[in-house]
């Protein structure tokens, strides 16, 4: 079956750096396109980041843009999320998610704390 597993959170200070990764399996994860999003305390789940199959195209939200940086590496079935110039407003679950079949898949997320 589809799973998705996010790492790579934690506590950083405001200014600083981290990057999530999302181990995938159970599907042809080359093929494809795979997003990060978020939920902060309070709001909606937002799209951040995606990333398409073949060429790896890549979209941000204007939250994001020009701070974070999605990637994938196909051989190892993983996707990343750098994270830099962190604000705590970017205080947040991470989730990373794919479309298979026509259905959503997340996974359980990696909460990111920004705070000093």
């Known amino acids: 079956q589809v799973q998705l597993v996010e790492s790579g959170g934690g506590l950083v200070q405001p200014g600083g750096s981290l990057r999530l990764s999302c181990a995938a399996s159970?599907?042809?994860?080359?093929?494809?396109?795979m997003s990060w999003y978020r939920r902060a305390p309070g709001k909606e789940r937002e799209f951040i980041a995606g990333?398409?199959?073949?060429?790896?195209?890549?979209n941000y939200a204007d939250s994001v843009k020009d701070r974070f940086t999605i990637s994938r590496d196909n051989a190892t079935k993983t996707l990343y999320l750098q994270m830099n110039s962190l604000k705590p407003e970017d205080t947040a679950l991470y989730y990373c998610?794919?479309?298979?079949?026509?259905?959503?898949?997340w996974g359980q997320g990696t909460q990111v704390t920004v705070s000093s």
């Open positions: 998610s794919t479309n298979v079949g026509g259905l959503n898949y």
């Open positions: 159970g599907f042809a994860f080359s093929l494809r396109p």
């Open positions: 990333i398409d199959s073949f060429r790896a195209d890549t």
